[in-house]
């Protein structure tokens, strides 16, 4: 292995390559038949791709491997070298999200039917629970909830379309928003109108949306916002960018739910 390019040059390379053919780390894990974490340690440049593990990624990703190495190159081209992905690249599961408007209107009724008269539960902080419901849930079953993609922005992640959805669900009779006030500010509230559809939550989203409503619906805007600005997909996202939900591969304690297997 060409020894100027160091550990993390390399896991940059294989991050994109990865993300550019569409691919969860979960695909390459089980293509390179090695826990999910590795992969992970891998791209973050704290563990060394063995020679063997670096050819199977080449298969995988379609790359060169001679040219994967060298110290000028382009990902663009390399992806293009191979014209026939083989057998299990063609078969590797692709996530890619997809808004279930269905789905987040449910949701957001479920957890306004849930939470929304708490007091301290306006926008800010049921924006935030539709997040950690969408992010947790992927983190822990690699699948997408609502599919709704969160852009950071300055008070945290706030879900893209949002507005055009309440606002079909305030004008079909589904919602009520208010303006009131909260410790002297301004807090625009929400209010279910009619009751969510729960035939359309399998049983592991609603656990996960009730875990994310028992753990984070007393708290504050500010409380929960500034918990949010320290998890993982919003810290390596640049303002005003959508959040990458592979991000949530990253996450440490306490912010990760999902229980991983030990790396080697």
Same mark, same amino acid.
């Given at each position: 292995m060409n020894s100027r390019l160091s550990s993390k040059e390399i896991g940059k390379r294989?991050?994109?390559?990865?993300?550019?053919?569409g691919f969860s780390q979960e695909d390459l894990s089980q293509f390179l038949k090695i826990p999910r974490s590795s992969i992970a340690q891998m791209e973050l440049g704290n563990r060394n791709v063995?020679? +063997?593990?670096? +050819?199977?990624?080449?298969?995988a990703l379609g790359f060169s491997y001679d040219q994967f190495l060298a110290n000028e190159y382009k990902t663009d081209k390399l992806v293009k070298i191979v014209s026939e992905p083989s057998k299990e690249y063609v078969q590797m599961r692709i996530s890619?999200?997809?808004?279930?408007?269905?789905?987040? &209107?449910?949701?957001l009724l479920y957890i306004v039917e849930q939470c929304g008269g708490k007091p301290n539960v306006g926008e800010t902080?049921?924006?935030k629970l539709l997040y950690f419901s969408d992010f947790n849930f992927y983190e822990i079953y690699e699948e997408h909830l609502t599919g709704a993609q969160y852009r950071k922005l300055s008070y945290g992640p706030v879900p893209q379309k949002i507005e055009v959805i309440v606002h079909q669900m305030i004008k079909e009779g589904q919602l009520q928003r208010i303006i009131t006030k909260y410790h002297n500010y301004p807090q625009t509230k929400y209010f279910a109108l009619?009751?969510?559809?729960?035939?359309?939550? !399998?049983?592991?989203? &609603?656990y996960v949306i009730d875990k994310v409503i028992e753990q984070? !619906?007393?708290? !504050?805007?500010?409380?929960?916002?500034?918990?949010?600005?320290?998890?993982?997909?919003?810290?390596a996202t640049e303002e005003n960018q959508i959040i990458d939900y592979e991000l949530v591969f990253y996450r440490r304690p306490p912010y990760s739910v999902r229980v991983y297997e030990e790396d080697e």
């Open positions: 294989i991050m994109k390559l990865r993300k550019l053919k063995s020679v +063997i593990e670096l +050819i199977k990624l080449s298969e890619v999200p997809e808004l279930n408007q269905d789905k987040l &209107k449910n949701i902080v049921l924006y009619k009751n969510a559809d729960l035939k359309t939550f !399998s049983a592991a989203e &609603k984070f !619906s007393d708290w !504050s805007a500010k409380k929960i916002s500034e918990y949010s600005h320290n998890d993982k997909p919003w810290r």
